[in-house]
C-alpha cells in the first residue's frame, strides 16, 4: 500500500498514525503530549499537517491508501506556531526569545524580569528551547504571568504547577510504568494543568520511580539541585530504560573533511555526537576548523557555533548538560556537581 508525503511516494503495512508512519520514516513534526511508548493526548495541536488540502493531527489521523500528506505547507506550519505560541503563553519564555540567551548566567537579568518569569535550570537541555528554535514564537505572544499555585516538594523532587504546559505526559507515564496513578489533570484559569491526587506525593501513592521527572517537558516535575536527587534520577533513568523523545533534527554535520572544510577558521563552540545521536564533546576553540580537523574520526557528526567568548560558552553548555545528565559528555562517572 501507498501514500504520497511531501510529493514522495511511500510504502506501509501495518495499521498506525500518521504520526507513527512519518516517525518511522525519519519526518519530523513537533509534538508535546506525544511520548514514544505511550499513548498520545492529542491535546497540544502541535501535530498539523495537510492531508488531501485539509489541516489534520497527525497523531489521531490513521493512514489510509492514497493520501496526500504535505508536511510543509504554508497554512500547516503556520497552524503549529500558532498551537506552540499559545500553549507558551502560560509557560516562562522570555529567556528563550532574548536577544542575549547565549551569554546569560539566568542569574542577573539584564532586563530586570523576574526570578518567576524566567527559564528554569534546564535552560541548556530543554526540550521547550529546543522546540521554540525549531517553530519559532508569534510575535503575539502573551507574556507569562505566574499563576502563583503551590509548589509541592519532597526531598528528592519538587512539582511546581506554574510551569505546567499540560502535556499530560506525567499521568500517562504513571497509569503505564508504575501503575501508580498519582497524577490528574484539574481545570485552572481555562486551561489544564497536573494536579497528584493528596496534598503530598505519599499521600497520592508515590513510589518515587522518578518517571514523571524523566518525561516532563517543562521543568515542572524536577529534581532538587542536591547530590542525593541526582543521584536518584540517574538510578531510576538506568533502571526505567524509557524511550528518549523524539526531538527537532540536530543541524549536524557528518565528521568527514570535506564537511570540516566548510566550518569558519574562527573561534566558537563544537559538539560531538555519536552515532546514536548522544552528546560525546563539548569544546571551546580559538580555530574551530583545526580542532575539528583534529577530531575525525573520534565521533560520528558534529555542529558547532561562533562565539567571540568561546571557554564562556563551553562552560554554559558543559554546565547544562551537566546539571541534566549529572556527568560530563561522553563520560559514565557522576561528577561531583555540589
Known sequence: MKIEVNGKQLDFTEKQTVL????????????LCTFPGLQSAGNCNMCVVEINGKLELACKIEILEG??????????????????????????????????KEGCDRLTCTYGIPVEERCCNLFETCEIRKLTDHIGLDKSTANFSNPGHTIIRNKLFF????LCVGCERCVRIC?????ADVWLMKDSDGKKIASIRAEDFKSSGCIFCGACVLVCPAGAININESKPSLAWIRRSEEKLKLPKQILPPINSLKLVQSNVNTVPAGSGVYILYDNSGEI??????????????????NADR???ERAELYSTREN????????????MPGSDEMDDLF
Do not use: W
Not at 175 to 179: F, G, Q, S
Not at 285 to 295: I, P, Q, T, V, Y
Not at 316 to 327: A, D, I
Open 20 to 31: 507513527e508512519l512519518l516517525d518511522q520514516k525519519k519526518i519530523y513534526l513537533p509534538r
Open 280 to 297: 560525546i564533546k563539548i569544546k571551546g576553540e580559538m580555530n574551530l576548523k583545526d580542532s575539528l580537523a583534529g577530531e575525525i574520526g
Open 67 to 100: 493520501m496526500n500528506i504535505d508536511t510543509e505547507t504554508e497554512a500547516a506550519v503556520r497552524a503549529r506556531k500558532q498551537a506552540f505560541s499559545k500553549i507558551m503563553s502560560y509557560h516562562p519564555h522570555i529567556c528563550l526569545v532574548c536577544d542575549q
Open 175 to 179: 497509569e503505564t510504568v508504575p501503575k
Open 302 to 304: 558534529f555542529s558547532y
Open 159 to 162: 512539582y511546581n504547577p506554574n
Open 316 to 327: 554554559e553548555l558543559l554546565s547544562g548538560y551537566m546539571k541534566r545528565y549529572g556527568k
